[in-house]
Each structure stands twice: as structure tokens, then as C-alpha cells.
């Protein structure tokens, strides 16, 4: 398992991307990411490394937030194959990524795929958080959560799913009170700047 990448995905036609609409660029990653998720996925549950691949997409993910030559490295069309192959090499190398993660990053550049990481992170860790018998919240609040009141929204939701909720917090200072809840595919927004927005909207359809 030490060398083990997604070999299942060779073969699926990942060399042609000729034909794509602009239109389609949101599906079309989307399938991309899904497929390499799914395989590294069942590879993680395999081997037992949950835990381990939860945490290096963790890590990634964060990667990917603080750092915009990363971002430019998964996203621009300027660097070769072997460029970007050496380059995600390396960012593994350096963050201390399992062998999992860091050899499906190796063979979406080989493949020049990279651009699809972050839609696989969030693909991955979705198949993980249905494994365990979770939802994801994400979560967007005018000012950091405390601990009571992230307990008491994570009771709250959980309710609401049936099911235990993991909360992912970010914060936005334009919100004027309130949160703006995504769990799952439905939206609870709470937010008062959402009911100035719905009142002004009813203010110009009567003007």
C-alpha cells in the first residue's frame, strides 16, 4: 500500500480535454475530482488511513487558503507536466503528506489535473463525513463563534439532521449579525444584512 496511487483512474480519457465549454468547466471538474475522490476514498478505508488522509486534506486545504503561489501552481495553464509534478513533489515532501494523498496530487499533475484539488478535497472529505454518519455545516459569521455558542449550533443542527454535524466557521465582517448556515444542500441564512437585502428588494418593486 506504501506506493499505492489511484490506478483505476488511468484510462479514463484524463490526456483529452479537447471540446470543453466554458459552460461545462464547473461539471466537467467536478467529474474529474469525483473520480479521483471516490479512488482515493476506498484506498484510505483499505488501508485504514482515514484519519491520516482527513488530516493531510486538512493541511492542503489550509495550504491552498494561506498560499497564493499554490493556488497559481494548481491553477496556471504556464507550468509543464514535469513542472508541476516536481512542484506538488515537493509541497508533499515538505508538509509531511502519507503516501495516499501524496501520490494522488502526483498523478493529477502528471496528468495535469491539479486544477480539480480543491473540488477533490471537498469530494473526499464529503465520502468521509457519509462514512462516519456526519453532516457538514459551513458555517459564515459576522465574528468568531465562541465555544457555547458553536456547541449550541452544533446541537441545534444536529437536531435538524438527524445526524452529528460537523461545523466549519469562516468569518465575514460584512454580515450585520446573524449566520449564514449551509448544511448540506440546504441554506439557513440568519442574517440580518439578508432581511435589509429582502426589504430593500420589496422597496423597489412598490417604488
Do not use: C, W
Not at 121 to 148: C, S
Not at 173 to 190: A, C, N, Y
Amino acid at each position: 500500500m506504501t506506493n499505492a496511487v489511484p490506478g483505476s483512474l488511468r484510462g479514463h480519457g484524463d490526456n483529452q480535454n479537447h471540446g470543453v465549454d466554458v459552460s461545462d468547466i464547473s461539471s466537467f471538474t467536478s467529474g474529474i475530482s469525483g473520480r479521483y475522490a471516490t479512488a482515493l476514498f476506498e484506498l484510505a478505508l483499505d488501508a485504514g488511513q482515514i484519519d491520516q488522509v482527513e488530516g493531510d486534506l486538512d493541511a492542503l486545504d489550509a495550504a491552498l487558503t494561506d498560499s497564493d503561489d499554490l493556488r497559481a501552481l494548481i491553477g496556471s495553464p504556464i507550468y509543464s507536466r514535469a513542472q508541476q509534478a516536481a512542484a506538488i513533489g515537493a509541497v508533499a515532501q515538505k508538509m509531511g503528506l502519507g503516501n495516499l494523498v501524496a501520490n494522488t496530487i502526483a498523478l493529477m499533475a502528471t496528468k495535469r489535473r491539479l486544477f480539480a484539488l480543491p473540488h477533490l478535497i471537498k469530494a473526499v472529505k464529503g465520502l468521509i463525513a457519509d462514512h462516519r454518519g456526519e453532516v457538514t455545516a459551513e458555517v459564515t459569521a459576522a465574528k468568531p463563534l465562541t465555544e457555547a455558542q458553536t456547541q449550541a449550533l452544533s446541537e441545534t443542527l444536529r437536531n435538524a439532521a438527524g445526524k452529528d454535524v460537523v461545523i466549519k466557521t469562516t468569518v465575514d465582517e460584512s454580515l450585520i449579525g446573524g449566520l449564514v448556515v449551509k448544511l448540506g444542500s440546504r441554506m439557513i441564512d440568519t442574517s440580518i444584512r439578508a432581511k435589509l437585502n429582502k426589504m430593500q428588494n420589496a422597496m423597489k418593486e412598490v417604488g
